[in-house]
């Protein structure tokens, strides 16, 4: 048979140690041919033992008649018929033994269970590859997972295939593990919550979503945070959503998503009726992709939450969002924590939400450059609202006057129950203003008053209204400055408060004094407070002590938490307050966590 024309060459690195060693032989190898093994034969050189040569032509002449006589009739026809065989005998025998090396490099390695990590590399596109309970179908990826990265996916593939619930958040298993894991998360019929949070996965690995979102149908929250999969990556898991009728709660914080990728998925909810909460947090979405944000909440009628804290909103995109808010119905929660959208921006974004037709219930404007003139704009809509329950003004800068004008708002609000108004430099006039609105108001059950430099006087204006006033179940006056003077009249309105049951006073500079007030009123029957968080308060042994005694003395205590967590309190402070904790259990078969 002729050979083709075009040929490849085989290259063999490793030969038997039985030929390779041997001085006896030699042997080459011709090119293969896509018809056959071999295009030319395997040639052996015997080498002959060398024959001396004469300096005489008598010696030459003798020694020719030697080999001449010695070379008989039988010993000839053996010859012949040896100089015959042996060619093609070693000819097969050494083409069995080569074609068994050039098997053991060309046959794929198709048992996993006898693979090495090495094996199962190849360069190959569309290489299908899998270990027990997932398989692995790759596209233009090659299979980099050690034998131990291998284990681990295995039992992820089997945790997606027996729970409702997976986290495997930090697990660092790249776009290679999503790809190998995508399968059990495909054919799983009972997982509703997924987080692949920090894992490494990029743009390339979302792929492995294509065709397993579509046929998932129990699926409800995926979590995609953590991952630098960007705008594209975005782009490839809107498109894949939207075929998709089970997600509900899509997280893609920290992703590196733009603009691109916050148009994309303003158009995923253009078309997408079941998405309910979608967190895009700590990204680089700038005016343009709240604008588009904007758009899609003008037809979208589904989603509740929308989280975008972080950004870079700005004014302008507050504006943007503003006037997306006023045809929507659906929203519940807006989250805006840290987007520098200012009074202005404020002032739109009220406007939009104050002829917003759904219920907005939860409303966060933290760290945002609000001052007093902003707060009026916030004020006016807490007047307005009926249906906002939790309001977060943290971290801006609204002032006494600030203050006054959201209390004044609450006396005529009658749905807000959670409002934070730490750290906006509110002195004692401005929270004697929120105490004397909390006189009838009784629907706030939480007020965090945190990092204001309230002071003593701040604390006495704020104990005098709550001994008998107000329905506030958890009290926030961490590093607020109100020293030992202050923990006195916070211990005494303790006295007769019967509503707070969870009390923040951190980082007060309460020391032993503060400690020792608190405590008296501690031995005083309490039905409510459970909770004291003391900590960063400089209080030493004697104020453990006190406290030790205060637990020992009342039969009738509710408190089951105490934090006195970096203070200076000694092993004998923290041993007399273990003594007393294992007296409250052995008397009234209470437990009280004491955390030093």
């Not at 027996?162 to 019929?189: H, I, K, P, T």
């Not at 079941?274 to 003008?298: C, P, W």
């Not at 006057?401 to 807000?416: F, T, Y």
């Amino acid at each position: 048979m002729a050979s083709s024309s075009s040929s490849s060459s085989l290259y063999l690195h490793s030969l038997p140690k039985n030929l390779k060693a041997s001085s006896r032989f030699e042997f080459q190898l011709g090119s293969v041919s896509s018809h056959r093994l071999f295009a030319s034969p395997v040639v052996f050189r015997p080498k002959l033992p060398a024959i001396r040569a004469s300096s005489d032509g008598s010696s030459r002449r003798r020694v020719y008649k030697e080999s001449q006589t010695a070379s008989g009739f039988p010993n000839a026809k053996v010859q012949q018929i040896a100089s015959s065989i042996l060619p093609v005998g070693s000819f097969v025998v050494v083409t069995f033994v080569l074609w068994k090396v050039v098997e053991k490099f060309m046959s794929p390695k198709s048992s996993p269970k006898t693979s090495s990590p090495g094996e199962g590399k190849s360069s190959t596109q569309g290489v299908k590859w899998s270990i027990g309970a997932g398989t692995n179908l790759l596209q233009g990826f090659a299979a980099k997972v050690d034998r131990e990265a291998k284990q681990r996916l295995n039992e992820f593939a089997k945790e997606l295939r027996a729970f409702r619930s997976v986290d495997m958040s930090g697990c660092n298993f790249g776009d290679e593990g999503l790809f190998f894991l995508a399968e059990s998360l495909g054919y799983n019929q009972t997982l509703e919550d997924v987080s692949f949070s920090a894992n490494g996965i990029t743009a390339a690995g979302v792929k492995a979503f294509d065709g397993v979102l579509q046929s998932n149908i129990m699926l409800k929250v995926l979590n995609l945070s953590g991952n630098p999969i960007g705008d594209e990556g975005v782009k490839t898991l809107c498109a894949t959503l939207m075929e998709n009728s089970s997600i509900e709660k899509l997280q893609l914080n920290s992703t590196d998503l733009g603009d691109e990728g916050a148009k994309e998925l303003a158009e995923l909810l253009k078309r997408n009726s079941t998405l309910r909460v979608i967190e895009l947090n700590n990204n680089m979405i700038d005016y343009s992709g709240f604008t588009s944000l904007a758009g899609a909440l003008l037809e979208n009628n589904t989603v509740r939450n929308i989280h975008l804290n972080g950004n870079y909103g700005g004014a302008l995109g507050a504006n943007a969002l503003a006037k997306g808010l006023e045809g929507n119905k659906s929203l519940r929660e807006l989250h805006l924590h840290g987007n520098s959208i200012g009074d202005e921006g404020i002032r739109a974004l009220m406007a939009g939400l104050s002829s917003h037709k759904g219920k907005l219930a939860l409303l966060d404007l933290g760290n945002n450059s609000i001052t007093a003139k902003g707060a009026f704009f916030v004020a006016e809509y807490i007047k307005r609202s009926k249906s906002l329950v939790w309001l977060n003004l943290y971290m801006n800068d609204i002032g006494d006057e600030g203050a006054e004008k959201v209390a004044d708002a609450l006396k005529q609000n009658r749905s807000i129950a959670t409002i934070d108004i730490g750290g906006n430099n509110i002195h004692a006039e401005g929270v004697n203003a929120i105490a004397q609105a909390l006189k009838d108001n009784a629907i706030v059950t939480t007020l965090e008053v945190g990092y204001n430099p309230i002071g003593p006087d701040g604390a006495k204006a704020l104990s005098e209204i709550l001994k008998f006033h107000g329905n506030i179940k958890t009290l926030k006056l961490g590093w607020c400055q109100i020293a030992a003077k202050g923990a006195e009249y916070v211990a005494d309105m303790l006295r007769y408060n019967n509503t707070i049951s969870v009390l923040d006073l951190r980082a007060n500079g309460l020391r032993d004094e503060g400690a020792s007030c608190l405590a008296r009123s501690l031995k005083v029957v309490n039905e409510a407070l459970t909770s004291v968080d003391l900590g960063f308060n400089e209080i030493r042994d004697d104020g453990a002590f006190a406290i030790a005694q205060a637990l020992k003395a009342n039969e009738d205590v509710t408190v089951t938490s105490i934090n006195l967590g970096n203070n200076f309190i000694t092993k004998f402070g923290q041993s007399a307050l273990t003594d007393a904790r294992d007296h409250v259990l052995e008397m009234t078969e209470k437990e009280v966590e004491i955390f030093f």
